[in-house]
């Protein structure tokens, strides 16, 4: 028998699966944790059935999930300890039978493609719905079906079932998305466009890398007054463009690019890094002391941020800072394209601000095309087909993008239109809901469906966001999708072929030939 079987990410081993060790780093003792994990949480949704679980559950049951997303837990005590506090609450529920770990990944090839389909998707929603509930929003909808959801992963269905449970389950997270949407926007304040600067300036400092805004402005808060300069890294980028954010002088500038790069970014950095969420890669020793995790996210060895009755105390991390001290002299660095620069904060509000302008530019022939070229970044080679689609796009049309996949583009100056920049950065993965409220805004606009807007989506994946993303866009009934830079080992050939038929979902190949039929 294998050690492990992993097959949830775009990276994943020979195409097919991590068997021995995963490419992101997981150990096989870690993966078969997770798995544990999963199946304890399916024992839960059974306790839960046909009861109130209360809050207690409802949390476990989103953090239980999100901590088996890629690049997010790697600490088997970490795991352990979210499992025994499952089992725990299991047991005020009057019980309910775990799944069988074995038999997770097992099976025939479609059902296990179409459950991990589901499972994946789900583990991305379950991040997307912590993140709204610590900000006090959730939706009783989206909370019931991630127990309804995992009952059924530990249901045996015919295909035609399995397709219908993922097509209601993407109507249920644009739910969830739009729940986190009103989190934020509530909190925070709309995104508003800023220029962020990439320099950092001489003193102490700390980057803060993630997704989740809530810690970051935690940190914004202790930190201030004390002479210590905060950096965004990766999907904490359009924090910038929070008002509420955004407020604090101390909230300097962004430092490196994507995730994928962290290693090298972070090798010998003068500065401790606060990890929010995923995605955390095996630290090297230059580096691992000044390394903090926060709520789900785990490691071995690293020092941890707790949650103590709501509250986080950065103190800790603070220390960091003073004691390392930063550098002497301020530090001009570059995206992968050699811009100083970059752009956040075209969300929905401000994209919608001018919607008129859009409108009268697509009318006029001004604007002929608009492309969303967003999603998550990888290690894997075959993404620079994204910065080279990007440099292709025609003067008259624009690109939205999202997700940390734009920082293989989004230090370029492609111009403006319209008296808009040709790029404009939505958001995190978090924010595809912006995306989707634009997309439908302009298909009401012109009386007409998504499908018939001069708009292309071509969509990069690496994790599980992603992919709740890409169901959420496919019950929509979204056509025509390109998917890169490869298409996802847990997909077989036979739903592939579904997916191809019913939704014309398409893989990526060059530039220059998808350009060509995007534009006819």
């Not at 926007?185 to 950092?200: D, N």
Request: hydrophobic share 40%; charged share 20%; net charge negative.
């Amino acid at each position: 028998m294998n050690d492990m079987f992993c097959f949830q990410c775009e990276q994943t081993a020979r195409g097919t699966g991590c068997t021995k060790t995963g490419v992101c780093g997981k150990n096989p003792d870690v993966s078969r944790k997770q798995d544990e994990l999963t199946c304890s949480l399916i024992g839960l949704a059974r306790s839960a059935e046909g009861k109130i679980p209360g809050k207690n559950a409802d949390e476990l049951m989103m953090q239980g999930l999100f901590a088996t997303l890629t690049n997010v837990n790697f600490d088997p005590e970490r795991i352990d300890e979210l499992k025994m506090r499952i089992e725990t609450e299991k047991g005020k529920l009057g019980g309910g039978k775990d799944y069988d770990p074995d038999n997770l990944f097992q099976g025939e090839t479609d059902i296990v493609s179409l459950r991990s389909t589901l499972l994946f998707g789900m583990r991305g929603m379950a991040a997307y719905a912590w993140h709204a509930h610590i900000l006090g929003k959730d939706d009783s909808e989206v909370t019931a079906w991630l127990y309804k959801g995992m009952r059924e992963i530990g249901a045996d269905h015919e295909v035609d079932k399995w397709l219908s449970l993922i097509m209601e389950f993407g109507q249920i997270n644009l739910k969830c998305m739009a729940l986190l949407d009103e989190a934020n926007t509530s909190a925070y304040g709309h995104p508003v466009p800023a220029t962020v600067s990439m320099k950092v300036e001489k003193g102490p400092f700390i980057v803060v890398t993630g997704h989740d805004l809530l810690d970051l402005k935690h940190l914004l808060e202790q930190t201030e007054g004390k002479g210590i300069n905060i950096y965004t890294h990766g999907e904490m980028l359009p924090a910038h463009g929070y008002p509420e954010l955004r407020k604090y002088s101390h909230l300097k500038g962004n430092y490196g690019t994507a995730w994928q790069n962290q290693q090298k970014e972070f090798d010998h950095l003068p500065a401790p890094i606060l990890y929010t969420t995923n995605c955390i890669m095996p630290p090297r020793e230059t580096y691992a002391e000044n390394i903090f995790t926060t709520a789900v996210v785990g490691y071995p060895g690293l020092k941890h941020v707790p949650d103590k009755d709501q509250k986080k105390d950065f103190t800790p991390v603070i220390e960091k800072a003073l004691e390392l001290g930063g550098w002497d002299e301020d530090k001009q660095f570059t995206g992968i394209n050699g811009g100083t620069e970059l752009m956040t904060g075209f969300a929905r509000n401000t994209v919608m601000g001018v919607a008129d302008k859009v409108i009268e530019a697509v009318k006029s022939g001004d604007l002929k095309h608009i492309f969303l070229v967003g999603g998550c970044d990888g290690a894997k080679p075959g993404r620079n087909y994204y910065t080279e689609f990007v440099k292709q796009t025609p003067a008259n049309t624009i690109v939205l993008t999202l997700a940390c996949g734009k920082f293989r583009f989004n230090d370029l100056n492609i111009g403006e239109l319209a008296g808009l920049p040709r790029l404009l950065d939505m958001g995190q993965c978090n924010d595809a809901y912006s995306a989707i409220h634009v997309a439908a805004a302009l298909a009401k606009a012109f009386d007409c469906s998504v499908n018939d807007l001069p708009l292309s989506m071509v969509i990069s994946w690496y994790e599980q966001k992603a992919v709740c993303i890409l169901l959420t866009l496919l019950s929509l009934g979204i056509k025509n999708i390109y998917l890169g830079p490869s298409l996802p080992a847990f997909i077989s050939s036979a739903v592939l072929n579904v997916l191809v038929e019913k939704f014309d979902l398409k893989p990526i190949s060059t530039p220059e030939a998808d350009m060509k039929a995007m534009l006819g």
